[in-house]
């Protein structure tokens, strides 16, 4: 997630939540967004789903952000 944000790659990161295994995970960085420490666009940067077949149709569908300047979080 960092080396994207950082422009070193443009790929996502992927978690294939079997059996809700990241399902804490993820709520982490959502509660990070909602109190302002996590931008939601890079949240945005983490997919995740329950199933393989779901999560390769959004790594296909996965478009990469062109703006690579580093901004603080709202309200920070």
Do not use: C, N
């Not at 992927?14 to 949240?43: I, K, N, S």
Request: charged content about 25%; overall charge neutral; hydrophobic content about 40%.
């Amino acid at each position: 997630m960092t080396w994207s944000r950082l422009g070193i790659h443009a790929k996502p990161t992927a978690l294939l939540d079997t059996a809700g295994y990241y399902d804490h995970f993820l709520r982490f960085l959502d509660h990070a967004v909602e109190q302002g420490f996590l931008r939601a666009a890079d949240r945005a940067l983490v997919l995740s789903a329950t199933d393989p077949a779901t999560l390769l149709d959004r790594l296909r569908a996965w478009q990469p952000r062109h703006d690579r300047r580093w901004e603080p979080v709202e309200g920070s």
